[in-house]
């Protein structure tokens, strides 16, 4: 960002800055502290420079990057974290961009209450649209964005019981499938919305996930189905009214948040989130000796890396013999 400053004039703001000893001021038509700092920087462009940048704004390049993704399902995520990127970054361009500009976004967001893995993720999509703009060519680099560190979220693990006794609390029959497949096949809640009757193979006992690349960037896979999960699918299909596996009145079902929350509530287990069924999902394969990369498999990792990083740390007894041999007070070792 240019080394310029921000100050108040007859009820306003200014911007001044030092042009080789010689201080200089002028007046802004920004009301607000936000809107001062990026004018100030146009301001200090077209005075200063004889030919002005040709760069896109972040916003236009935000807009442009949207439009690439389509119906992405990012793309609907950006029309909300581009609520309050935009209001902060929409007029800079990206070489004012700096670090200072980031700490004050962190800052600010903070103050309203915003989570720091919130925020990490709007600086994310940030990163992501200005990379998008140097791959393109719509500017020759592409700044560095500061995040806060990314915070390590709290996974909520179900034992067996507390599984089933959230399906059973499952009052709809469209929510108790619901979580009968997401603890059975541990997806993610979009690809189960997603499902539909033609990708259940009840000859082959599989369920294929999967949707084409350009519609989620997410890894999905092909899973078999367990008894349990056999058993629901083959009720609901007699009775499907509609394409879609969870469907309600003949119509897909676009969320289940509220209808899992009551659930949770009845089943009295008190913070659960949908995403923690995978989890629970992935943390049973694994504590029941399944392989690192089958559970991989399973959760549409495209490596083992990324699972191991995930849940590596819920499995702390499988270290057990990787300790022993630290066993330096042990008798044995004296022998």
């Known amino acids: 960002m240019p080394d310029i400053s921000i100050g108040r004039l007859r009820g306003g703001f200014c911007v001044y800055w030092d042009d080789g000893g010689k201080r200089r001021r002028h007046k802004l038509a920004a009301r607000t502290r936000a809107e001062a700092e990026a004018e100030a920087v146009e301001v200090f462009r077209r005075e ?59 800052r600010r967001r903070l103050e309203a209450g915003i989570s720091t893995g919130s925020i990490w993720t709007e600086l994310g999509h940030l990163q992501s649209a200005l990379n998008f703009a140097r791959d393109t060519r719509m500017i020759d680099r592409a700044p560095k964005i500061w995040r806060p560190t990314k915070p390590q979220t709290d996974k909520r693990i179900l034992n067996h019981g507390e599984a089933r006794s959230l399906i059973e609390a499952a009052h709809d029959p469209h929510i108790r499938l619901a979580l009968i497949l997401l603890l059975g096949t541990a997806a993610r809640v979009g690809a189960v919305l997603d499902l539909t009757w033609d990708r259940v193979d009840f000859d082959r006992g599989t369920i294929n996930l999967r949707l084409s690349d350009s519609v989620t960037r997410k890894g999905r896979a092909i899973v078999p189905m367990n008894a349990s999960t056999r058993a629901a699918l083959d009720v609901a299909y007699r009775a499907a009214l509609s394409d879609y596996v969870i469907e309600y009145a003949g119509r897909q079902v676009k969320s289940i948040r509220k209808g899992v929350q009551n659930a949770v509530a009845r089943a009295e287990l008190g913070h659960v989130r949908i995403h923690d069924l995978r989890h629970t999902a992935a943390v049973t394969m694994l504590s029941n000796g399944v392989p690192l990369e089958k559970v991989a498999q399973v959760l549409g990792h495209s490596n083992t890396g990324v699972t191991f990083s995930t849940y590596g740390r819920f499995l702390p007894e499988h270290m057990q013999d990787a300790v022993d041999v630290l066993d330096f007070a042990s008798l044995k070792w004296g022998t």
């Open 48 to 106: 200063t420079f004889a030919t002005r940048s040709q760069d896109p704004t972040v916003a236009e390049i935000w807009e442009v990057k949207r439009e690439d993704l389509g119906a992405k399902p990012t793309a609907t995520t950006m029309a909300w974290t581009g609520k309050a990127v935009l209001s902060h970054f929409g007029p800079y361009r990206p070489d004012d961009i700096d670090k200072r500009l980031c700490v004050e976004y962190e």
